[in-house]
């Protein structure tokens, strides 16, 4: 375990050496998504019965962190190394490809917690939020985490250059993260839309986080779990075999 410790914790270093960016940066940018949207919209949109819109937002700001920051921290990883040449002290090692995989993803998961930890921190003084279920609190905060982290290395063994991995964050996890029901819930949408979103799994993992909090849900938690974990192991499994393989990385 000494060499999966070591890249572990180069990888927590890495981001946590510069947590004005990769930590404060991004909690600053979900208040003022907070206060914009909360000012705006407070006294025009009820989505739950007795739930203000800037409690129902905040849960969905803090898991779009979570997500986020997630597949950012092990993308911008690999694609770094990549460029600048370093990942070679990654492969010389006797380190087989769970090990990689399992300290990227760990780190990606411990940034993705803690900038999601830091939003709840600074949003939930607005709003009056309750823990109904904090299992399923914990359970999506984890594996959104580990998805998204997941998500972030296959984008970064794929990608060649920062113009492709910046593609990927702008055409598809930018996209199904704000059309997740952040923001709003989908039975206000029109029904070829409500079908559409059904189609995404970043929803599920909105949509379960959020029940943790008031009990509520557009869709059953148990359901929305299943669909989370059956993305993730497929994720994972593809994520294991390009690595297993040296796809990109061996050349």
């Known amino acids: 375990m000494t060499g999966f410790n070591t890249l572990l914790y180069k990888e927590v270093l890495r981001f946590w050496k510069v947590a004005t960016q990769t930590i404060t940066a ?28 800037t409690a129902f937002l905040v849960p969905g700001l803090v898991m779009m962190s979570v997500l986020q920051n997630s597949f950012a921290n092990s993308s911008s990883s690999l694609i770094q190394s990549k460029i600048t040449g370093n990942l070679v002290f990654v ?40 823990f109904v279920a904090p299992l399923w609190i914990a359970l999506f905060a984890l594996l959104g985490a580990a998805m998204l982290g997941t998500m972030g290395l296959i984008a970064g063994i794929w990608a060649e250059k920062f113009d492709q ?15 997740s029901g952040v923001f709003y819930s989908i039975h206000s949408l029109p029904a070829f839309w409500q079908g ?4 995404n799994p970043f929803f599920y993992m909105i949509d379960g986080f959020r029940f943790g909090f008031f009990g509520k849900s557009d869709v059953d938690p148990v359901f929305s779990l299943m669909i989370v974990t059956v993305f993730f192991l497929l994720l994972a499994g593809l994520a294991v075999q390009m690595l297993k393989r040296g796809y990109k990385l061996r050349h």
Do not use: K
Not at 26 to 53: K, N, W
Not at 165 to 179: E, G, R, S, V, W
Not at 196 to 199: A, D, E, G, Y
């Open 26 to 53: 991004p909690v600053m940018t979900a208040l003022l998504y907070l206060l914009i949207f909360g000012h705006v919209l407070e006294e025009h949109v009820q989505v739950y019965p007795g739930v203000r819109y």
């Open 91 to 130: 492969l010389l090692p006797p380190l087989s490809h769970w090990e990689i995989f399992g300290a990227y993803v760990l780190a990606a998961i411990l940034r993705g917690l803690t900038v999601g930890a830091g939003v709840f921190i600074v949003t939930a003084w607005f709003a009056d939020l309750h």
């Open 165 to 179: 991995l910046a593609a990927f964050q702008n055409f598809l996890i930018m996209p199904a993260t704000f059309l």
């Open 196 to 199: 559409l979103s059904r189609f």
